[in-house]
């Protein structure tokens, strides 16, 4: 039998020879600085071109020279059932029925192969795919439901593989790993490894590795609040206070409970043989006859996040002890000192957790992981997983959700750090105190990733600016110490968000319920649009390439900012020796601004102006060589 990847062409071979069913892609997947209008293909010839283009690449093993290759990262990341999904029969709507031919609609992994070339040729090196498991159906959000309620870590979404293959998810996912490598990229995962799905597999075998509430106790209405309902506790401004400020100093001792009306909800686990499901809920039967059900899960810190419930997972029951038998802040992530002790540990489920990544290494051979919420797991657990994981691979890499830049992160054994660049860089004056002038006094202990948007966010292009204030934000990425990502649908100048939970007015959560946003529900992005950033991102990170010794520095010596004769102008240089690069900036994202900077040897190479002064129009940029000839 050969590789995935060649066991894929053969299907498509065998398919090819079948009736050529209607299926159009857009332009851009032909060619990406062609048209975007849709065009009629034969799906079997197209993709196996595709797969011919990429099996002529060798499969060498990579050689990274240790986990700093993550340094090096130029990041495209995706969904995989959002980033490709098209309405190839050109009927008006998308559904999750594949056509009478067996061809899906929504993104698969065998679409994501054939972006590949273009990803490559664009720059990008490393794919970040978010979860690919299997979702549950308890108390989903939108037409798919949540991509991060796990209902089986160890089995992949089916609804992410072409039944006209007649292949498993779990080969074409082993396919695009494949794919990847031949081009030379690598693949992150991320996993959800404290939560789980509401009607979680592992519940009717382990139903001690979750937690019990009474079945007859209903969930807590938003519009009114009932303490006697289930929902996330309640406490009081005292006890607030006195939580925030224990937890600031770092004393997890006797932390405050929840009220006794609250922790009275929860039961022990019910025996595994009384554990059964009624419709897609888990029910459960104590010996005395109490009916128990499993309870969702809540923004857990600070405790009283306004964030509304998660109705379709729950949190893994980490530790046991009869005293800390419940959800809460100081069970789920700030965990008592009492309770985080070895003896309590759920020792099965921590085995179980930490084999889920390996899994995907010997199955699949990716590169790295992005752990969700990985630093509110117990850090035993956290070194646990990550040795795990490098005694497979010492190149393996591990990327942290953190916002923060300290050097703990890089203790913990991760190699990069989400950082909040995506939320400063459409605040410039903050970006300024809290980014630009650190990195031009200190080195950062770990790269943070370069990201306009994320999936959690504002899109770049719904931002103030729209489009070229979104293309200033991926160039200045482009020459910082940091790690660009590519959160796809950037390079498209897509304006619908993905999900809500960072950095939305109120009025946005109205406006996007979870059967619009991509992360709950079908969705396609803009293909077919005709204005983008695809040209711009592959010159943008041209230039990086040919400074990639410089950019990639976190040496505050090569660091430098030069104001303009206008506030509203700065630049951020990069040098070292007779190399050096800048990009000029204008922060006003409604007005166009004069300016005039001093920048010796200056050499156009992107962007609105040819010499660092003139007129930058509104969120303008221009990048220039600074080398010595």
């Known amino acids: 039998m050969g590789t995935p990847l060649s066991v894929v062409r053969d299907r498509l071979v065998r398919a090819a020879t079948g009736r050529r069913p209607h299926y159009e892609v857009p332009g851009r997947w032909l060619d990406l600085h062609g048209s975007p209008a849709r065009q009629a293909i034969h799906p079997c010839r197209f993709y196996l071109r595709r797969i011919e283009e990429i099996l002529a690449h060798p499969l060498r093993p990579p050689h990274l020279g240790g986990r700093r290759w993550s340094r090096r990262a130029v990041v495209y990341s995706l969904i995989v059932r959002a980033t490709t999904a098209f309405d190839h029969d050109g009927d008006g709507e998308v559904t999750p029925e594949p056509t009478e031919e067996g061809w899906r609609e929504t993104g698969t992994f065998l679409k994501s192969i054939a972006l590949l070339p273009l990803l490559h040729r664009m720059g990008f090196n490393t794919l970040h795919l978010l979860p690919i498991a299997t979702i549950g159906r308890h108390g989903k959000k939108g037409n798919l439901g949540s991509i991060y309620a796990i209902q089986n870590p160890y089995r992949l979404d089916p609804l992410l593989a072409e039944p006209a293959l007649g292949l498993d998810a779990e080969t074409e996912f082993a396919a695009f790993v494949e794919a990847a490598h031949r081009l030379g990229m690598q693949v992150i995962v991320e996993f959800a490894l404290r939560t789980a799905a509401l009607d979680a597999d592992w519940v009717a075998e382990h ?12 969930d807590r209405s938003p519009e009114r609040p009932d303490e006697n309902a289930y929902g996330p506790p309640v406490f009081t401004r005292e006890e607030l206070e006195r939580i925030k400020e224990q937890v600031a100093r770092g004393d997890l001792t006797h932390l405050p409970p929840p009220p006794h009306i609250y922790r009275a909800m929860f039961l022990p686990p019910p025996p595994p043989q009384s554990v059964h499901k009624e419709g897609e809920r888990w029910i459960g039967v104590l010996p005395d006859g109490t009916r128990v059900r499993i309870p969702g899960a809540f923004a857990d810190w600070p405790p009283d996040d306004p ?4 109705t379709d997972v729950t949190y893994l029951r980490l530790y046991d002890h009869p005293d800390f038998n419940y959800i809460a802040y100081n069970t789920i992530r700030m965990y008592d000192k009492r309770l985080a002790r070895p003896e309590n540990r759920v020792e099965p489920l921590w085995q179980r957790i930490s084999q889920v990544i390996p899994f995907y290494q010997k199955q699949f051979d990716i590169d790295g992981a992005m752990l969700d919420m990985g630093h509110a797991l117990p850090g035993d657990l956290k070194r646990r997983i990550v040795e795990a994981a490098r005694q497979i691979n010492p190149e393996f890499v591990f990327w942290s959700e953190t916002f923060s830049y300290n050097g703990e992160t890089a203790e913990k054994g991760y190699d990069a750090v989400v950082g909040n660049y ?10 300024l105190s809290d980014l630009l002038q650190p990195l031009t006094r200190e080195r950062f202990p770990l790269p943070f ?3 306009p948007e994320t999936h959690n966010t504002p899109r770049a292009a719904a931002r103030p600016g729209g489009l070229i204030a979104a293309r200033t934000a991926w160039a200045l990425g482009c020459l910082l110490p940091a790690i660009p990502l590519c959160h796809s649908g950037l390079e498209l100048g897509e304006t619908l968000p993905v999900n809500t939970g960072l950095d939305f007015p109120p009025e946005d959560l109205t406006r996007y319920p979870a059967d619009r946003l991509p992360l709950f529900s079908i969705a396609t992005y803009g293909w077919e649009r005709e204005a983008h950033l695809i040209d711009w991102i592959r010159q943008t990170l041209a230039v990086r390439a040919r400074f990639a010794a410089l950019v990639t520095d976190p040496d505050p010596a090569t660091f430098d900012l030069v104001r303009a004769d206008n506030p509203y102008v700065w630049a951020v240089v990069r040098h070292n020796g007779r190399k050096g690069v800048a990009i000029v900036v204008n922060t006003d994202p409604d007005h166009p601004q004069s300016f005039a900077l001093q920048l010796p040897t200056a050499r156009p190479l992107l962007g609105d102006v040819d010499a660092p002064m003139g007129e930058l129009p509104p ?7 600074l080398s010595q000839p």
């Open 307 to 310: 964030q509304p419930p998660w």
């Open 207 to 218: 139903p001690e590795w979750f937690y019990w509430i009474r079945a007859d106790i209903p």
């Open 422 to 431: 995506w939320w400063l860089v459409w605040r410039p004056s903050r970006l």
């Open 449 to 451: 990733f370069a990201a």
């Open 619 to 625: 969120a303008g940029c221009a990048l220039f060589d």
